[in-house]
Structures are given as C-alpha cells and as structure tokens.
C-alpha cells in the first residue's frame, strides 16, 4: 500500500507561485512513477506532469510546459510540483497520484492505483 497526501495548495494572483508537495507513505515509493493530474468540477481529471521512479524523465501537458516543474526526492518519499506564472486556466484541485511498479510515465489516470486527496488551488486575476 502506498498512501498519498497533498499539501501546499492555495491563493494567488496570476503571475505567482506555489509549490505543492506530495508526501508518500512506505518504501515502493522508490518503484512508483508518479504523477500530478488536475480536475475541474464537471470535468475528466487531466494529467498535468509525470516522472519517472529514477526522476529523469519528465513528462508535461503542453499547457505547463516552461511553467510547471515536476520533481522528486525519494530519500524523503516526496515529489512536488512547481508552479510559475500561474494563470487563471490553472485553477483545480490537484492530486498527485502513483503507478506502482512502473518506472513509465502515463498520462492516464486509470493507469495510476494511488491516489492523494487533492489540494485545492484557485489563481486569480
């Protein structure tokens, strides 16, 4: 079992920052791809970055690329994701999710059998 929690989620103004954090129970965290996927309400949940167990390949949606930069630490069981230049579009909440086993990035969320419980993040303008 590998157990997934978010935090840093918040407020800002279009232009700022954040950085969430995922923090990961158990030591398969070493052997888990990982992922940050974001849902809007009524909407499918889409894949936002990726990276591999090893963290060296990375893999972003077009619409964060040369924003967002998906990272890892597997000493301390943790991946994040930096935001930058933050647009109103990217308001959701975010869930950072793992695929177990597979160093392969996806980017469908049914591929990925854990699950945080999302972090809310509202950009405004």
């Known amino acids: 079992q590998v157990q997934l929690v978010e935090s840093g989620g918040g407020l800002v103004q279009a232009g700022g920052s954040l950085r969430l954090s995922c923090a990961a129970s158990?030591?398969?965290?070493?052997?888990?791809?990982m992922g940050w996927f974001r849902q809007a309400p009524g909407k499918e949940r889409e894949f936002v970055a990726g990276i591999s167990w090893g963290g060296s390949i990375t893999s972003y949606v077009d619409s964060v690329k040369g924003r967002f930069t998906i990272s890892r630490d597997n000493a301390k069981n943790a991946v994040y994701l930096q935001m930058n230049s933050l647009e109103p579009e990217d308001t959701d909440v975010y869930y950072c999710a793992g695929r177990n086993g597979a160093n392969m990035i996806s980017r469908e969320a049914s591929v990925y059998a854990y699950w945080g419980q999302g972090t809310q993040v509202t950009v405004s303008s």
């Open positions: 158990g030591r398969t965290f070493s052997r888990c791809a």
